[in-house]
Each structure stands twice: as C-alpha cells, then as structure tokens.
C-alpha cells in the first residue's frame, strides 16, 4: 500500500469510516500475523496478540497524531502484545526461526548465493532483539525511524543492531565457508 494511501484511509479512519478501517485491516493483518507467530512460535498466541493489536488500534486511533506512523505504531502494538502472549506462555516458546533450525542444513556455497532456508538457519542464530530488527527491516521494508517506533529504541541503536547483525551474519557464512574448504 502506498504511503499517501494508507495517510488518507487512516484519516478516514479517524473520521469513522468503517469501511477505511477495513482497508487497513486487511492490508496488515497477513504481515502482522506474521511478525506475531515469528515473536511467539505460536499461532493461537499470535493470532490473540494481533487482534488485541487491532481493538487497542481502533480504540485509540483518534488519538494518532501523525498519519504517517499507523504502520509503525501497529506493529509497535503487535510485538508488545506478543511479548505479553510469551511471558504467559508456560512451556518456551519458539524462537523467530527455531522451525528453520530443525530442517537439515546444506553447506553454503562458495558462491555467495545463500538459499531462503540457509539464510533462515543463519538469521535463527541471531539474538531475539537483532532477528526482530532484520525482519523489520528487510522483510517488512520499514524504515529505521519506523522499526526505532516498533521497538521502543532510538533510531541510532536500530542502526547499530543491524550493523551488528549483519557482520553476525558475514562472520557466520565465512565461519560456513571456511568449514566447506576443508
């Protein structure tokens, strides 16, 4: 959805358009279910966790300021809803990529072309709060203001986990290729 778009339906929204809602509802709610069962490895939890999101939303989107920041606020609703679900949660919960972890895993290849599974296997390897800040960014295309909103953080700290993560990520495939050498 295109940014000036989704400003005019939340104004709409605001305005008591039902129907605009629905637009957003239904623009959101697969990428937000999404982030959620990544949060909480549980698909009850994580549906729960959206759709406390989206009450909490409707009730306070008169209350949105700046049109702009509903995506980022959202998702912001979203994860402080899951890390609610997990806290009840009584056995541990799933990491973001724990179910990519259990598939077997294939050598890298020498070429630097990583498969989606590979890529999953080495992102899973991350601590939580850098797989949040990856996912964020490179799955759901925020920008870093929109993820320092979703996680509470300021922007430069966004930065520095991402900077962190992917040379993570570089020491994790040269640490897998110097393994396939030998």
Same mark, same amino acid.
């Given at each position: 959805m295109a940014r000036a778009q989704e400003e005019i339906l939340v104004l709409k929204a605001q305005a008591g358009d039902s129907r605009a809602f629905e637009i957003l509802y239904r623009a959101y709610q697969p990428s937000l279910a999404k982030f959620a069962y990544r949060l909480t490895g549980n698909e009850a939890a994580a549906m729960d966790a959206v759709q406390d999101a989206w009450i909490m939303t409707a009730r306070k989107l008169k209350e949105l300021d700046n049109p702009a920041m509903f995506r980022a606020r959202i998702f912001k609703a979203v994860r402080w809803r899951a890390l609610d679900q997990i806290r009840r949660q009584t056995a541990a919960p799933l990491s973001l990529d724990d179910e990519a972890l259990e598939v077997e895993s294939a050598p890298l290849t020498r070429d630097g072309l990583l498969t989606s599974d590979q890529l999953t296997?080495?992102?899973?390897?991350?601590? %939580?709060? %850098?797989?949040?800040?990856?996912?964020?960014?490179?799955? %759901? %295309?925020m920008k870093v203001a929109e993820i320092a909103t979703v996680l509470d953080i300021p922007p430069g700290t966004v930065k520095s986990r991402l900077n962190r993560a992917r040379g993570r990520l570089q020491e994790q495939v040269e640490r897998e290729d110097a393994l396939e050498e030998v």
């Open positions: 296997a080495l992102i899973g390897g991350l601590p %939580e709060i %850098e797989r949040q800040a990856i996912y964020l960014f490179y799955l %759901e %295309e």
